[in-house]
């Protein structure tokens, strides 16, 4: 209350509320959607890129792998010195070595084939969703084709005996290659199974075919630098 001239009046202002301020522009901000968190475009989700599930062998099978590596290395290249030494009392020292090598080399190659087909047949029961793993596959039919190996080489020297007898019906020629057929030339289809097997293993990748097969054909090569 204030007094003016002796006469008083009262203070018609009223009491400060909340004031608004542009009420228009309030609105118009208040009228935007707000974002709420990441947005799909047009709906759709994008696939995610593939993931990759290749895993390399355990330790079992890659041991496994390793020694079959090494123990074909070192049979071939004993056999390939030693084995026409085994027929030299029969037929000498020069018939024997007569297409002793194409023989190694075709039995070798044999070997991979059947290798690679018997690695077919595992990826399509792995495929299939067979009861026992690649892995599991791989390292029995290793270790099988290792006990294949130790029953030929215990048995060779029945089988040596009894082709000698034929020596004479084979003739000079084709007896030496004949007796090989049942002495050295189906250890060197197992060990050519072996490392095909475990060349395939150790390089499966199907993400990336040409590096899967660059890394068996390494491996295949090494071990030939090894025999040889």
């Not at 057929?181 to 289809?189: G, R, W």
Request: glycine fraction near 10%.
């Amino acid at each position: 209350m204030k007094q003016k001239g002796g006469k008083g009046y009262a203070d018609k202002s009223k009491p400060a509320g909340p004031r608004v301020v542009n009420d228009k522009s309030n609105a118009k901000a208040n009228d935007k959607p707000k974002s709420a968190g990441p947005q799909v475009v047009n709906n759709k989700l994008k696939p995610a890129g593939p993931r990759s599930t290749v895993r390399g062998p355990p330790v079992p099978v890659l041991v496994s792998i390793l020694i079959g590596f090494i123990s074909t290395s070192i049979m071939a290249s004993s056999l390939i010195r030693l084995g026409p030494q085994y027929l030299e009392p029969i037929y000498g020292n020069v018939l024997p070595n007569l297409g002793f090598f194409h023989g190694v080399v075709i039995s070798l190659v044999l070997g991979g084939i059947l290798g690679s087909i018997y690695w077919q047949r595992i990826l399509a029961a792995h495929e299939a969703g067979g009861p026992l793993t690649m892995d599991t596959k791989t390292g029995r039919a290793i270790a099988a084709a290792f006990d294949i190996v130790a029953s030929l080489t215990a048995l060779a020297p029945l089988r040596a005996t009894y082709m000698f007898k034929w020596s004479d019906a084979l003739g000079p020629m084709w007896g030496p290659l004949l007796t090989q057929t049942t002495l050295t030339f189906p250890v060197f289809v197992a060990g050519g199974f072996v490392v095909t097997l475990g060349a395939s293993r150790v390089s499966y990748n199907p993400q990336a075919p040409g590096r899967q097969a660059a890394t068996t054909a390494a491996c295949l090569g090494a071990v030939a630098i090894c025999i040889w």
